[in-house]
């Protein structure tokens, strides 16, 4: 893997501690120990202070090591931070650090980077009071459904059939009900098999949840419910766990229309590292982002051509300067890639770490601004 040689300097923010989070599941789990953390903030707040050849090794091998401090204990670590695409992970000791400082879910980890070394911190005010044995419930919401998502391209796609959805989602309203015996089966297996029922027909399924890091995926016969439903992008899928089995529900008069917002620019994004790499250019764009804002205006056989070919041509305008550009949008599973002439855009525009593009979908051709302030 090679990344951009050049590096940006953001403005540190005041906030001592820039980067903050609960923890899930996933980062306390103890089996395949690893604290996931967002591809923004470390590249704004961790490689962006790096030594240069911190950040090559980084660029080249995907991974770099490095020192770690508890702040609460003064204890050191020689700890790895590792790129995976759209997030990175803090791996090497972070099954020791789960151990000794007995973190669980939703207490917060802090973390900063500092002389050369990467700081963190648990304040113990900060613990949310969760039993050992076995999560807790949060208390039942007014909201009948307490997860719903609007279907987006993929998540109807019957080649390769699967639903994602958020982890904390799945583990705030569906795992909280398993039994311990469930969890420690999917930590270790990461799938394990539940009961479904169509709540609008009544009809029942053998289906799986599949972990996958920052989401869950529901496998199995979802693939039959799309074409049974005739389910289509822009649809509203409701789902809930009861009396041990998922339930799910698509109104029929909840077909959503995700127009563009009052907003002339509905797709705006802080340009990452990755995304300013003329080695290998391309931008990246969340799935839902460009399902609601762009392929929401193609046609039926545009949207089946690129599920079918993975990538489609389109005409791009700068609406900076006027120039246009033949480019290709790929298809990624949950996000997707601008390439083409994106390494063109990023020397000409001479984009940057912190820089922010607009894009919007009109006439035909994708617009995209990056405002000079």
């Known amino acids: 893997m090679k990344r951009a040689a ?4 953001v403005p540190q923010m005041q906030d001592h501690w820039p980067i903050k989070k609960a923890l899930t599941l996933s980062d306390v789990d103890i089996t395949h120990p690893f604290l996931t953390l967002s591809r923004q903030q470390v590249e704004n ?3 962006l202070h790096m030594t240069t050849e911190q950040q ?5 091998q995907g991974q770099v090591d490095f020192n770690a401090r508890d702040d609460d204990t003064g204890e050191m670590y020689v700890m790895k931070l590792k790129w995976r695409g759209s997030y990175y992970n803090l791996i090497g000791k972070w099954g020791r650090v789960v151990r000794g400082k007995g973190l669980d879910v939703g207490q917060e980890i802090k973390i900063r980077w500092e002389n050369g070394c990467l700081h963190f911190s648990v304040p113990q005010q900060q613990i949310v009071a969760v039993p050992p044995i076995r999560m807790v419930a949060a208390p039942v919401v007014q909201d009948h459904w307490p997860i719903k998502k609007i279907l987006t391209l993929s998540d109807v796609d019957t080649n390769h059939p699967f639903l994602p959805l958020p982890r904390r989602l799945v583990e705030d309203h569906i795992l909280v009900h398993w039994t ?5 089966q999917l930590r270790k297996e990461e799938h394990v098999n539940v009961n479904a029922r169509d709540y609008d027909t009544g009809e029942g399924y053998i289906m799986k949840f599949k972990w996958r890091g920052n989401y869950y995926n529901l496998i199995g016969k979802w693939g039959a419910i799309i074409r049974q439903k005739g389910l289509g992008v822009g649809k509203e899928i409701r789902l809930r766990w009861a009396n041990e089995c998922l339930f799910f529900s698509v109104p029929q008069e909840q077909y959503v229309a995700t127009a563009s917002a009052m907003d002339s620019w509905p797709i705006k994004k802080a340009l990452t590292l990755s995304d300013v790499d003329t080695n290998h250019p391309f ?4 799935g839902k982002a460009v399902e609601d804002h762009i392929l929401f205006y193609w046609s039926q056989q545009a949207r089946e051509q690129l599920r079918n070919e993975h990538q489609m041509n389109i005409n791009a305008r700068d609406d900076d300067t006027g120039d246009t550009y033949l480019m290709k949008l790929r298809w990624r599973g949950s996000y997707y890639n601008l390439i083409g002439k994106w390494g063109k855009i990023i020397r000409g525009k001479k984009l940057q770490v912190g820089m922010e593009i607009r894009l919007h979908w009109d006439n035909g051709c994708l617009f995209l601004s990056v405002p000079q302030l």
Do not use: D, K
Request: net charge negative.
């Open 180 to 184: 311990p015996q469930q969890q420690e």
């Open 6 to 9: 050049i590096y940006s300097c």
């Open 283 to 286: 931008l990246t764009l969340p």
């Open 56 to 60: 090559e090794h980084l660029r080249v």
């Open 45 to 47: 707040h961790i490689v």
